[in-house]
């Protein structure tokens, strides 16, 4: 093998390294921008999931609130009638004692 011959295959040898490093480098970048798309997709999902999941909690709570207020309204409006009930009952008693102290102090 000559010089020239010799000299030309290192050549090509580097010229083949040279497009084996190019091609490693491109696939190193491709597979980084693709990692990086599936980690915002990933994120997007985990968001989305969070989101909805959180959602629903907030509509279980105010399901949960609005029983909670039903019940409190219901037990205020029956000690309301309870109470409106036993006044009605002292009406009587209560005019009658009117009455008596009117009397008594009109005699007096």
Excluded at 16 to 31: D, H, L, M, P, Q
């Amino acid at each position: 093998m000559t010089r020239a011959e010799i000299l030309s295959r290192i050549k090509m040898a580097e010229e083949e390294a040279k497009a084996t490093v190019t091609a490693a480098i491109e696939t190193k970048s491709r597979k980084i921008s693709d990692a990086m798309a599936q980690s915002r997709e990933i994120i997007r999902m985990a968001e989305e999931e969070a989101r909805l999941s959180a959602d629903s909690e907030i509509i279980e709570a105010k399901k949960l609130i609005k029983g909670e207020r039903e019940k409190i309204v219901h037990k205020g409006v029956s000690d309301a009638l309870e109470i409106k009930n036993k006044a009605k009952k002292n009406i009587e008693k209560a005019t009658q004692f009117i009455l008596t102290e009117f009397e008594r102090t009109a005699d007096a």
